[in-house]
């Protein structure tokens, strides 16, 4: 493994050259933990610790709640004049992490644009950042991108060498935003390799995420010049294995009893211990209190044990409710995550702080269950959610995804003036109209394809939508997805699909077996023009309908487009190329309408396609699969008609016997 093959490479030189010893190291660095902690590290854990201590670049990715923030406080606990700079995106998440490392006996400070004003903490009667930065000896500098290029006292700091000398490495926390962010949202995400020049070379820099997909990944290494090559890379895949999800169909964003059947019975409930513990997201502001009312509603006894947070809440409503849900007060906490679409920095910190306290996991681990009202924007968001629960593995947690019925159905692209097509504003009809709606902060969702003047009810991300499509494994498709390595087998039930799996179903009804060699029923058959030994013309199958149409259409167009999603997901993910580009819709459409009975037709239907070499047979395998079903039920449904029909014709002939049996006279009696 490149990984251990560096990092065993960094050893043998850091021993020739300062006699260092790995063996005591790690050893030093798990004692010290369960000195502060009064439990064990992870070895995984003192692998990134320890490549750090090195010098490597590393990257790890690992699920909610798995412990990456404990890597990058060991180095500075063996190192205690050292400091680590640690990025991270959001005031809040610095202020907690700083709380975390003060926690186990280090130093550290938030430093953003509220803490580094003289006169804003003068006013605040709090200590100067900027004198606190350069007179005491921190272990933790936690800053966000735009404080390291733009404010020029702290860029001052970073650049001065007695910085140089202390600093230990550089931690991007929360990664993908480096990707998600680094356009016109957050532009000093773009910017961040530039830190290399600002510090001395060979300081490492470590990236941390729980969903990192390859593209994104190599997005994330490249905004970094992290090279995975020589890099100490360590990938644990972000599954929750105590934690079920499931995806349920509600009848429209405004469905709020589809809440109802994931909740305890009413009747069952009787104080706030017997409602278990989880929140409900919601994509807008105004829908978690809707949601909080209805939920209310149903356990009017425990309205207190309910509760919203959002963005507009106040400061002190936020610390009230955070610390209340901490200590199980508040039981079910209905909640939005708002996020990147606000383009004004300031207003995104504040919008953005109140429930990022969610992400501290550590501190909140026995929620129950998470409750996403309505498709997210992305998969990454999606688990990212998820994986609130559950953080104590053993609570056997459940993410259930409701999800609206228009994203299932396809409506007429409407017209502009003129006769152009113009596509209709993707919103859910049932979703707030007044602007209240809440982003939630995930990758940019995609437009969708047009086909034939028809455009999906809701727009959803592609991969969002074979998620929530999918009939498989969902664990299966995410860890394609993420490219996770083997997961350890659920604690409890895997997902929603593999129990229906697990169901009995019912047994198809009995088909009558067509003699080997026989026509298909479902094709049309002619008389031959050649005449055979016996002067009769043999009935010759014909080669049926040249065209797909109707239903038989929607669902080869439906197949196809669930083979391209795949197909992008298990062999292009990584690269440039977008799934569109695998089979583009002109040419899904024509293969979908007009039947290929070969290679050579399918090659002339769509000459221009890029990839007929490599997947020309897989579309074949997947009109034929589409064909046989369709021809298989017409078939039985033709074979229940005849049979429907001779039964009503035996039942024909039993009345008209009985009428006639009824209508008979008596024979005369003889004497």
Known sequence: ?????????????????????????????????????????????????????????????????????????????????????????????????????????????????????????????????????????????????????????????????????????????????????????????????????????????????????????????????????????????????????????????????????????????????????????????????????????????????????????????????????????????????????????????????????????????DIEFIIQFGVPSSLAVWIQRAGRAGRSYHIRARAILLVEKSMFQRRKRRKKGGGKEKSAPFLDPDSDSDGSSDSDGGEAAHAEPVVDGMEWGKNVDPVMREYISTTLCRRDMTDRYFNNPLRREPTGDCCDNCIAMQQPSPSPPPKTPEPVGSPSSSVHSTPSKDRNANGKRAMVRGAGPKTRCKDHLKRTRSALESWRVNTYLRDYSSTSLTYEVLLPDVYLRSVASHRSKDLDELGALIPGWAFFDEHGEDVLLVLSRVDNAVREEREQEKAANKLARRQEMLQRQADREAERAANAKPAKKTR
């Open 1 to 365: 493994m490149p990984a251990e093959q560096d990092e065993h490479e960094a050893r043998e030189k850091a021993r020739r050259k300062n006699k260092y010893d790995s063996a005591k190291t790690r050893r030093d660095l798990a004692r010290l933990f369960q000195e502060q902690e009064r439990k064990d590290a992870y070895e995984w854990q003192i692998d990134v610790a320890e490549a750090l201590i090195l010098g490597l670049d590393a990257v790890v990715i690992a699920g909610t709640g798995a412990g990456k923030t404990i890597p990058f406080m060991l180095p500075v606990l063996l190192h205690r004049d050292k400091f680590v700079l640690i990025i991270s995106p959001l005031k809040i998440l610095q202020e907690d992490q700083a709380n975390r490392f003060k926690q186990i006996g280090l130093k550290a400070a938030a430093v953003n644009g509220d803490t580094y004003s003289r006169e804003l903490q003068k006013a605040r009667q709090l200590h100067n950042a900027s004198r606190d930065l350069h007179t005491q000896t921190h272990n933790a500098i936690l800053t966000s991108p735009e404080m390291c290029f733009e404010h020029q006292d702290f860029r001052k700091f970073l650049r001065d060498d007695k910085t140089g000398k202390r600093i230990l490495a550089v931690i991007v926390d929360e990664a993908h935003c480096a990707a998600q962010w680094a356009g016109d949202f957050r532009p000093h995400y773009g910017m961040l390799n530039r830190l290399r020049a600002l510090l001395p070379v060979g300081t490492p820099i470590l990236a941390t995420s729980a969903t990192l997909s390859p593209s994104v990944l190599t997005e994330v290494c490249s905004g970094l010049d992290l090279d995975l090559d020589t890099s100490f890379f360590m990938n644990l895949g972000n599954d929750r294995p105590n934690i079920t999800p499931s995806v349920v169909e509600m009848n429209s964003g405004k469905d709020y009893a589809a809440i109802d059947p994931h909740l305890p019975n009413p009747e069952d409930v009787h104080s706030r211990d017997d409602l278990p513990k989880g929140i409900i997201f919601t994509n807008a502001v105004k829908k978690t209190q809707v949601i909080c009312r209805h939920i209310r509603q149903l356990y009017p006894q425990c309205r207190g044990a309910i509760d919203f947070l959002h963005a507009h809440r106040t400061a002190k409503a936020k610390r009230r409710i955070m610390k209340q849900f901490r200590k199980g007060k508040i039981k079910i906490l209905v909640a939005t995550e708002a996020a990147g679409m606000v383009r004004d920095l300031a207003l995104f910190f504040r919008v953005r702080s109140c429930l990022n306290a969610l992400r501290r996991g550590a501190d909140i681990p």
